[in-house]
T-cell receptor, first 111, second 113 residues
């Protein structure tokens, strides 16, 4: 019930393409769903986050789509650029308490 | 970077030795966290603190202890290091009870031989 399952484990996308990373959760009490971006040798940094009262949130080229009934949420990166190459983590939490993390997706954008 | 530093940044130690990692923050945040990051596991919470001398266990706390005697410092101790504790350790802060975002330090790479 506490798990967040993330897929795919790795992803290669051509420059200019759309990168899509998916996460699924079981615990319906989760009320906060962030995505973090991590570059090699650095700590994760918040990219974008959503709450279950909205189905989509967009910030620049990054969009979270949220499907409450399916208990799934996804990150879409439009017009993917080589600088987007990083590891992406989804997470979920209940009442701002403890983040439960997905296993991560290593994204490579090919020029 | 939310004023978070971790020390040391890299450490190699031997099985059975005690190890202490330090997380230091300069912005007086109440909430601090210790995670470990391993391939295929994402980040897993070891311990967290919600104030001076107030700490609690996370999902992978066995073999680890923490202390927070000052707001700015959160120490993680491996009492007797094992090879399974080879990992990258991240400290994070949260700016307050009503703020969701966690900000991470640069990490400490620990190798236990």
């Amino acid at each position: 019930q506490q798990q967040v399952k993330q897929s795919p484990q790795s992803l290669i996308v051509q420059k200019g393409g759309i990168s899509i990373i998916n996460c699924a959760y079981e615990n319906t009490a989760f009320d906060y769903f962030p995505w973090y971006q991590q570059f090699p040798g650095k700590g994760p940094a918040l990219l974008i986050a959503i709450r279950p009262d909205v189905s989509e949130k967009k910030e620049g080229r990054f969009t979270i789509s949220f499907n409450k009934s399916a208990k799934q949420f996804s990150l879409h990166i439009m017009d993917s650029q080589p600088g987007d190459s990083a590891t992406y983590f989804c997470a979920a939490s209940k009442s701002n308490y403890q983040l439960i993390w997905g296993a991560g997706t290593k994204l490579i954008i090919k020029p | 970077d939310a004023g978070i530093t971790q020390s040391p940044r890299h450490k190699v130690t031997e099985t059975g030795t005690p190890v202490t990692l330090r997380c230091h923050q300069t912005e007086n945040h109440r909430y601090m966290y210790w995670y470990r990051q391993d391939p295929g596991h994402g980040l897993r919470l070891i311990h967290y603190s919600y104030g001076v001398k107030d700490t609690d266990k996370g999902e992978v706390s066995d073999g680890y202890s923490v202390s927070r005697s000052k707001t700015e410092d959160f120490l993680l101790t491996l009492e007797s290091a094992t090879s399974s504790q080879t990992s990258v350790y991240f400290c994070a802060i949260r700016q307050g009870a009503l703020v969701d975002t966690q900000y991470f330090g640069p990490g400490t790479r620990l190798t236990v031989l």
